[in-house]
T-cell receptor, first 115, second 116 residues
Framework: DAMVIQNPRYQVTQFGKPVTLSCSQT?????MYWYQQKSSQAPKLLFH???????NEADTPDNFQSRRPNTSFCFLDIRSPGLGDAAMYLC??????????????FGPGTRLTVL | AQTVTQSQPEMSVQEAETVTLSCTYD???????LFWYKQPPSRQMILVIR??????QNATENRFSVNFQKAAKSFSLKISDSQLGDAAMYFC?????????????FGTGTRLTIIP
């Protein structure tokens, strides 16, 4: 089945130690998104890629970076995680940027714990 | 900027009964898209139903239907014949039609419990 896969599902890191979260998709979608979801809060978009075009949200901290080496993979890098970065990180895809009625397909998320 | 409000943090319903989840939003745009997503425990978020603002007819997907009131900026989700598998966090989301503003703006969610 076509899907969005996130690895690992659970990640523990230490304060200030860089960490990378991975997302892959078999849907061949052009757009990939990274959301941060803190406990009992709404998912918040960090950035998205339309193909290789990177789009950062204005309020996304510089501590968060992303890479998309090819259509299938996208990475979220947190350069120096703080305690406030503990959250669920959701990866999502959508077919195209202009098809606004299209749904976004979500991965199961990676829960990040910062010690 | 658009905002989405879900005023019910938690709801519960007896199995086989009907429940309505509320959502209101604020926007100055006349055309947009609204979605309800379901996030079961430890599983990925999936689309339940979508509504295009230019369509007056309320969307329906099997046991799920919406009551879309554009003037009131209200978009509630009705779940009929509730089943145990409906237990999840439900998020209402808004999406602008304009290129360069593709993000989904989510509400804070409603946790739905199904009582056997």
């Amino acid at each position: 089945d076509a899907m969005v896969i996130q690895n690992p599902r659970y990640q523990v890191t230490q304060f200030g130690k860089p960490v990378t979260l991975s997302c892959s998709q078999t849907l061949n979608h052009n757009v990939m998104y990274w959301y941060q979801q803190k406990s009992s809060q709404a998912p918040k978009l960090l950035f998205h890629y339309y193909d290789k075009d990177f789009n950062n949200e204005a309020d996304t901290p510089d501590n968060f970076q992303s890479r998309r080496p090819n259509t299938s993979f996208c990475f979220l890098d947190i350069r120096s995680p703080g305690l406030g970065d503990a959250a669920m990180y959701l990866c999502a895809t959508s077919r195209d940027r202009v098809a606004h009625r299209d749904e976004q397909f979500f991965g199961p998320g990676t829960r990040l714990t910062v010690l | 900027a658009q905002t989405v409000t879900q005023s019910q943090p938690e709801m519960s319903v007896q199995e086989a009964e009907t429940v309505t989840l509320s959502c209101t939003y604020d926007t100055s745009e006349s055309d947009y898209y609204l979605f309800w997503y379901k996030q079961p425990p430890s599983r990925q978020m999936i689309l339940v139903i979508r509504q295009e603002a230019y369509k007056q007819q309320n969307a329906t997907e099997n046991r799920f239907s919406v009551n879309f009131q554009k003037a009131a900026k209200s978009f509630s989700l009705k779940i009929s014949d509730s089943q145990l598998g409906d237990a999840a966090m439900y998020f209402c989301a808004y999406r602008s039609p304009f290129f360069g503003n593709e993000k989904l703006t989510f509400g804070t969610g409603t946790r739905l419990t199904i009582i056997p």
